[in-house]
């Protein structure tokens, strides 16, 4: 094949994007170690708080890693501090070692964020009591004023934090439920990391780098607008499109023809030897997972919905009226398709209840699908502690 003239069949495709996440074939991403790795190649995952069957990054990593369990993320993000949260695409968790890359958006911060000046009335004070008496929450805090803030009108004591947190002054240093507790950055972050400055020369170079990033972070990725593109600092089309033409001329990224494209796809070099594999056509391990709602693989739904045919929309957001689905709904890849969907709910009394089950319409119930997907389910209720399934074939 000549170079930078791979021409795949939408199932070969479909199998190098799945390959590269780890959703198909035998699980290679395993513990402690298996998570480090999966949000290294990702870059990141992104975090949302919303617990209805395990948070989304829980969920994520719960499809890929083998042993995966809740405490483990925990563990990783504030005990051993190889992990830590702050912004990439939108809020996300990524390794300790990119706290460098981020300089920029934290210098961003540090010149402006909302309400600006009733928060550097409080900051120093706020510093102060933290570094005398430790880790702190917005309700340690008697500073009940209201200010405008990005996600809605809130406490004076919240946005401050937040806005220390934003500029890398603190990190998250637990939580407690729904609250953050939030201490000094260089008590938990190596000096080494806290004084290296940004590793980037110059803007484009940044660019280039979340860029790369971000299709490794999918594995294959088209050059359009994309909500897999979201949080990169100062990047618009054209910013885009040079960045595509750098990586492509540096022999970074290269590009494939899939049928019924109408458009290349792009991938990372360094996966050129995963494609060549899928080439060969192997025979693949099935497997029957439940997806997240913000999973890497469906951060470009359009073109999840080109490659695979399936259109998902996370109605969390949408009035119930409108809804098509449900709250909080779950997509199902069996093998190397997406199958259905799910609405799944961790109850009080340890029972998993599938509310709602939706197979796409060229999908048969059969009794083999319903064996993997009784055993999928089973996994899934054990991985948030319940002890019986209920719902989905009563």
């Known amino acids: 094949m000549a170079e930078n003239q791979w021409i795949l069949t939408q199932t070969q495709a479909r199998r190098f994007m799945l390959y590269k996440q780890g959703l198909l074939g035998k699980r290679r991403f395993k513990g402690a170690s298996g998570v ?82 009733a928060i550097e009335n409080v900051e120093a004070h706020i510093l102060e009591r933290i570094e005398a008496e430790g880790p702190k929450s917005s309700k340690d ?9 990005y996600w809605s009108d809130t406490k004076l004591s919240r946005a401050a934090l937040e806005a220390l947190y934003f500029r890398g002054d603190l990190l998250v240093h637990h939580k407690k439920g729904s609250f953050k507790y939030y201490d000094l950055s260089r008590r938990h972050i190596p000096e080494a990391l806290l004084s290296a400055g940004t590793p980037f020369e110059t803007e484009q170079v ?86 997240a709602p913000l999973d890497n693989f469906l951060w470009d739904r359009k073109l999840i919905s080109a490659l695979f045919g399936f259109d998902y929309k996370w109605e969390i957001y949408t009035p119930e009226v409108q809804r098509k689905y449900g709250y909080y709904v779950l ?13 799944a709910v961790r109850r009080r009394d340890g029972v998993l209840e599938v509310k709602n089950l939706w197979l796409e319409p060229d999908v048969k119930r059969t009794e083999s699908l319903e064996k993997v997907l009784t055993e999928m389910f089973t996994r899934f209720a054990v991985f948030n502690g319940c002890t019986e399934v209920k719902g989905w074939i009563e």
């Open 36 to 117: 480090m790795d999966f949000i290294r190649q990702a870059g990141c995952i992104q975090f949302d708080p919303i617990d209805v069957c395990g948070k989304n990054p829980e969920l994520v990593l719960q499809s890929r890693v083998s042993g995966f369990e809740k405490p483990l993320l925990y563990d990783l993000l504030y005990n051993k501090r190889t992990l830590i949260d702050y912004f990439d695409k939108n809020l996300s968790i990524v390794p300790l070692e990119d706290w460098p890359a981020f300089e920029s958006m934290r210098r961003r911060f540090a010149e402006k964020v909302r309400s600006q000046e």
């Open 141 to 149: 805090f008697e500073i009940d004023a209201v200010v405008d803030w």
């Open 206 to 291: 940044r660019i280039d780098w979340h860029v790369y990033r971000r299709i490794g972070a999918v594995g294959l990725l088209w050059n359009k607008g994309s909500d897999a593109f979201l949080g990169i600092d100062g990047m618009k089309t054209a910013e885009r499109n040079a960045a595509f033409e750098r990586l492509f001329a540096d022999k970074k990224i290269d590009k494939m023809e899939v049928e019924g494209l109408d458009v290349p796809l792009y991938f990372q070099t360094d996966d050129v030897e995963l494609l060549r594999w899928v080439l060969t056509d192997p025979r693949a391990h099935f497997r029957c997972e439940l997806l």
């Open 331 to 343: 997509p199902i890849l069996y093998g190397d398709r997406l199958v259905g969907r799910t609405e």
